[in-house]
């Protein structure tokens, strides 16, 4: 037996035993068979955690169907939270299904970015007109520079400013995955985000409406701010129909304009860290100034702007593509953990409800300005 062991160490002995070696067979044949072998150990490693973020996935619709006033990207998150607490599956959470979940977390948000691209053509931004695209550019730039400004000065840890700024200032928690799959953020950093703007994007369907009248904004106004300030499309879409059809019209595209700068928005951020990130690498291989992801969702917005994908397609991919964010979200719940969210809660509410005002404020005057 101890020579059997030294042989699968020691090249030396293996020649001697095989005329596959001196044939040329024997070691291409290992290679292959090693491969497959640990292609296999991956699979096994991550399935229980693919399997629970799909279970979470399916839930999370199940919520929504019952329950319509909950996203169901919303109620993903909640879920994944909830099953990294719960006594009867925490231990499971983080341990077994760890390596799936955290897959989860990374690899479908870019594919589900990637999708999001679906959504917008150029010729949405052309119906929008010159004026609102800039304000919305503004809203942007503004509601970004300052909350990670703020962020970083009330010593929020890691890159939770950071990432807690991209959510405010373009989409929620796909702007947290795809700029923390840019800059190999800690997981644990992009889950508390994500539960941050999560929240506070689910206050603003409720408060939102409330201000409606008083702030005198008419229908078209009002769904451009709404556009312009809430974070997650689902959300924009249940504060703003409360105005009616047109309201939602306008409120869509403005978002969709939001979206539309998340892939500069990815660029600069991975130019300006991107030392930071190259660290971060894989066999310490710099990766891309411009993500691959960010690349695909520029893509799939020329495609879009084709006109040749049939509605079907389209909303294949829709449907597709909040599946695979909600599998994601559900995968990046599960890594917060609440005590050590606890421990930088005062600062972390403090951060989010200053970013609302922020980009609530500089909203509503771009839209007065430009309306």
């Given at each position: 037996?101890?020579?059997?062991?030294?042989?699968?160490?020691?090249?030396?002995?293996?020649?001697?035993?095989?005329?596959?070696?001196?044939?040329?067979?024997?070691?291409?044949?290992?290679?292959?068979?090693?491969?497959?072998?640990?292609?296999?150990?991956?699979?096994?490693?991550?399935?229980?955690?693919?399997?629970?973020?799909?279970?979470?996935?399916?839930?999370?619709?199940?919520?929504?169907?019952?329950l319509p006033a909950?996203?169901?990207?919303?109620?993903?998150?909640?879920?994944?939270?909830?099953?990294?607490?719960?006594?009867?599956?925490?231990?499971?959470?983080?341990?077994?299904?760890?390596?799936?979940?955290?897959?989860?977390?990374?690899?479908?948000?870019?594919?589900?970015?990637?999708?999001?691209?679906?959504?917008?053509?150029?010729?949405?931004?052309?119906?929008?007109?010159?004026?609102?695209?800039?304000?919305?550019?503004?809203?942007?730039?503004?509601?970004?520079?300052?909350?990670?400004?703020?962020?970083?000065?009330?010593?929020?840890?890691?890159?939770?400013?950071?990432?807690?700024?991209?959510?405010?200032?373009?989409?929620?928690?796909?702007?947290?995955?795809?700029?923390?799959?840019?800059?190999g953020s800690d997981?644990?950093?992009?889950?508390?985000?994500?539960?941050?703007?999560?929240?506070?994007?689910?206050?603003?369907?409720?408060?939102?409406?409330?201000?409606?009248?008083?702030?005198?904004?008419?229908?078209?106004?009002?769904?451009?701010?709404?556009?312009?300030?809430?974070?997650?499309?689902?959300?924009?879409?249940?504060?703003?129909?409360?105005?009616?059809?047109?309201?939602?019209?306008?409120?869509?595209?403005?978002?969709?304009?939001?979206?539309?700068?998340?892939?500069?928005?990815?660029?600069?951020?991975?130019?300006?860290?991107?030392?930071?990130?190259?660290?971060?690498?894989?066999?310490?291989?710099?990766?891309?100034?411009?993500?691959?992801?960010?690349?695909?969702?520029?893509?799939?917005?020329?495609?879009?702007?084709?006109?040749?994908?049939?509605?079907?397609?389209?909303?294949?991919?829709?449907?597709?593509?909040?599946?695979?964010?909600?599998?994601?979200?559900?995968?990046?719940?599960?890594?917060?953990?609440?005590?050590?969210?606890?421990?930088?809660?005062?600062?972390?509410?403090?951060?989010?409800?200053?970013?609302?005002?922020?980009?609530?404020?500089?909203?509503?005057?771009?839209?007065?300005?430009?309306?």
């Amino acid at each position: 037996m101890a020579l059997t062991r030294t042989s699968a160490l020691d090249p030396a002995p293996a020649a001697a035993h095989g005329d596959g070696a001196a044939h040329g067979g024997g070691t291409a044949h290992g290679g292959r068979s090693g491969r497959v072998r640990r292609s296999a150990d991956a699979g096994r490693r991550l399935l229980p955690g693919l399997v629970a973020a799909a279970a979470g996935t399916a839930v999370a619709f199940a919520v929504h169907r019952a329950l319509p006033a909950v996203p169901a990207l919303t109620a993903a998150i909640v879920l994944g939270i909830a099953a990294a607490h719960l006594p009867g599956l925490r231990d499971r959470v983080r341990g077994a299904a760890r390596p799936g979940l955290s897959l989860a977390g990374r690899r479908l948000m870019r594919l589900g970015v990637v999708l999001l691209g679906l959504k917008l053509s150029v010729q949405d931004v052309r119906d929008l007109g010159w004026p609102s695209a800039l304000m919305v550019v503004a809203v942007v730039a503004a509601t970004f520079a300052g909350t990670w400004w703020l962020g970083r000065r009330i010593g929020l840890p890691g890159d939770q400013p950071l990432l807690i700024a991209a959510g405010y200032a373009i989409c929620g928690a796909s702007a947290i995955g795809a700029v923390s799959a840019a800059t190999g953020s800690d997981e644990e950093d992009a889950a508390s985000s994500v539960a941050l703007v999560t929240l506070c994007g689910t206050l603003a369907i409720a408060v939102l409406p409330l201000l409606h009248q008083p702030l005198g904004l008419d229908d078209a106004q009002f769904g451009r701010w709404v556009g312009a300030s809430v974070h997650d499309v689902g959300q924009v879409v249940a504060a703003a129909q409360t105005a009616g059809p047109a309201a939602l019209g306008d409120a869509v595209l403005v978002k969709l304009m939001r979206v539309a700068l998340l892939a500069p928005l990815v660029a600069v951020v991975a130019l300006g860290l991107g030392r930071r990130a190259g660290t971060r690498g894989v066999a310490g291989r710099k990766p891309s100034p411009v993500p691959l992801f960010v690349l695909g969702f520029l893509a799939m917005i020329g495609l879009r702007s084709t006109g040749w994908l049939p509605g079907t397609v389209l909303d294949g991919a829709a449907h597709a593509q909040e599946i695979l964010l909600a599998a994601a979200l559900f995968g990046l719940g599960s890594a917060v953990h609440l005590p050590t969210l606890a421990r930088t809660g005062g600062r972390a509410a403090l951060l989010g409800l200053s970013a609302w005002g922020v980009v609530a404020g500089v909203s509503y005057a771009g839209v007065l300005l430009t309306t």
